[in-house]
């Protein structure tokens, strides 16, 4: 194998973390600022693009960097490695409520496909990269961009997704239509696109937007029952001017009744 073998633990139900257990000399990458915990001997190290392109010169470690830049993520990811003689942990948390999900990607035909900001940590040298999708309705109209990102190898990674994870194996030729923000992943082999809503008065006050994303086998899709921008737009609606009133409306008229 060319990623590193690492023990793991998925622990807790709404807000989860995991904790990854080092060998000596044994590393796993992660995105900047989902640290939670770690022990005394891991050591911390910032580094262009995945950690994959390490040992390839100048040429390979930027080439790797902007391959992440171009997926809309930081230039720089970080390297926690057990510099100790005995077995280190290291944990990371999910960014919101969800799931945590451990991705054995030498079961998954070396390659996943999955939306930009799903991403947690995973075994090093495992590749992190960009996946550019083939029709052009499905990068302008699909929600996550015309770039969505790659991860390959043949190790462990680790992909956080909101809510409550649909697990959906399709068959040859089998389809379904789903959320665009709903998609979380999917293995290399599924047919990505985009179908507009049928139908003016379904797509103006459906509510459900103006587009699905539609998904053909064979392969494997997970779904998410939460995504981030859906409860986004929930808090900001309440945090509002509009959702302030609503809130204090009784109390409200119950003063003013007062003065």
């Known amino acids: ?46 580094i262009f693009g995945d950690g994959s392109d390490q040992g390839k010169g100048l040429m390979g470690k930027l080439f790797g960097a902007g391959k992440r830049l171009l997926s809309g993520e930081s230039l720089f990811m970080t390297l926690f490695t057990n510099r100790g003689s005995g077995k280190e942990t290291v944990s990371f948390a999910s960014p919101y409520p969800g799931r945590i999900m451990a991705m054995d990607l030498s079961e998954l035909n070396g390659k996943i496909v999955c939306q930009k900001d799903s991403f947690l940590c995973a075994a090093k040298g495992v590749s992190i990269g960009i996946d550019f999708q083939r029709k052009l309705g499905a990068g302008f109209f699909g929600g996550e961009g015309f770039i969505m990102q790659k991860i390959e190898g043949d190790g462990l990674a680790f992909v956080h997704a909101g809510g409550t994870i649909c697990e959906r194996e399709l068959k040859p030729g089998e389809m379904i239509r789903v959320d665009t923000g709903c998609l979380v992943a999917m293995t290399k082999d599924v047919n990505y696109d985009i179908e507009f809503v049928k139908g003016i008065k379904t797509a103006l006050f459906g509510g459900e937007g103006l587009f699905f994303a539609t998904l053909r086998g064979p392969g494997r899709v997970w779904i998410q029952s939460l995504p981030f921008s859906r409860l986004a737009d929930r808090v900001i609606s309440a945090a509002g001017p509009a959702g302030r009133k609503e809130e204090g409306s009784l109390l409200g008229g119950l003063l003013d009744g007062n003065r």
């Open 1 to 46: 194998m060319n990623a590193h073998e690492i023990d793991y633990r998925i622990q807790g139900s709404e807000m989860q973390y995991v904790e990854i257990e080092l060998d000596p000399s044994e590393s796993v990458i992660a995105e900047a600022g989902s640290l939670m915990m770690m022990d005394q001997n891991i050591q911390m190290e910032t």
